[in-house]
């Protein structure tokens, strides 16, 4: 009788496990990127206090959540409304999110702004930007909660009680010996100043400059589209300072933007590379 008793425990407890599991696989089971629920996508985003995992719900989606600039994972097109002037964009080239139509998402590009193009959901990091950013949103709504909660530093401290002065008995002084006079130190020499750093305004003035000298062959002038200085960058072991010039080119599927870099040093144009590969520009 004991057996049997032991046996319908089993029983009953695999039963009771196979109705709960399912609503215990996400505590049990995370994944990263993984769905939770249609169109609901699971982020861990890396923050200096560790791993946060963040639900992105992309069917719900509103404007204020959508992040400046996020990447394309696959082949984009940019047409106008009546589907002329088409650009084409690589695989990695960042676009702003303009709103979300059915599985796409409509973007454009800084540098062509009068463009529009649509790319599946999946082939964007869109739900990881999301993410990102409200993560980040987060963590800088408790560090200026933290900022307000804290005692201010300069509340008045209260002051001793004076102490009564020791009596001293009054000894005259030791005469003092004439100060000898010492030759003054040499002045330092003046440190040697550090490298030129350019404004923005001065990259993007010597970069145009440099084109109208037609110094290179790759491209001219009057094919970019757009001028911007970009941050710093390390190339072959060296730091420069960066501009950015988006040219348009035509190839056999049409007009294409690809982008070129000048690399600045000493306030000096250096040398322009490929965006994408690094490879000089002739």
Do not use: C
């Not at 080119?249 to 933007?257: A, D, M, N, V």
């Amino acid at each position: 009788m004991k057996f049997v008793f032991y046996g319908l425990m089993v029983i009953g407890a695999f039963f009771l496990g196979q109705a709960m599991y399912p609503s215990l696989k996400p505590t049990l089971l995370p994944v990263k990127g993984e769905e939770a629920a249609d169109g609901v996508k699971r982020i861990t985003v890396k923050t200096p206090y560790g791993n946060v995992v963040e639900e992105v719900d992309l069917g719900n989606l509103k404007e204020e959540d959508f992040p400046e600039k996020v990447k394309v994972l696959g082949e984009v097109i940019l047409t106008n409304e009546r589907g002329l002037e088409a650009v084409v964009l690589d695989v990695g080239s960042s676009v702003r999110p303009l709103r979300i139509e059915g599985e796409d998402l409509v973007v454009t590009s800084p540098l062509a702004q009068s463009l529009e193009g649509a790319i599946g959901l999946d082939k964007t990091t869109l739900a990881e930007e999301v993410a990102k950013k409200r993560v980040a949103a987060r963590q800088k709504l408790v560090q200026e909660t933290q900022g307000f909660a804290k005692v201010p530093e300069n509340q008045p401290k209260p002051q001793p009680e004076p102490k009564p002065e020791p009596q001293v008995a009054q000894v005259e002084p030791e005469a003092v010996p004439e100060p000898v006079m010492e030759e003054p130190a040499p002045k330092p020499e003046p440190e040697p100043e550090g490298p030129k750093v350019l404004t923005d305004e001065q990259i993007v003035a010597a970069m145009q400059e440099h084109l109208k000298g037609g110094t290179i062959q790759e491209f001219n002038f009057e094919q970019v589209q757009g001028w911007k200085a970009s941050e710093r960058e390390m190339f072959d072991g060296e730091e420069y300072q960066v501009g950015l010039a988006a040219y348009e080119e035509e190839t056999i599927l049409g007009k294409k933007i690809l982008q070129a870099k000048a690399l600045f040093q000493d306030g000096e144009l250096e040398k322009w590379v490929y965006a994408q590969t690094g490879m000089e520009i002739k």
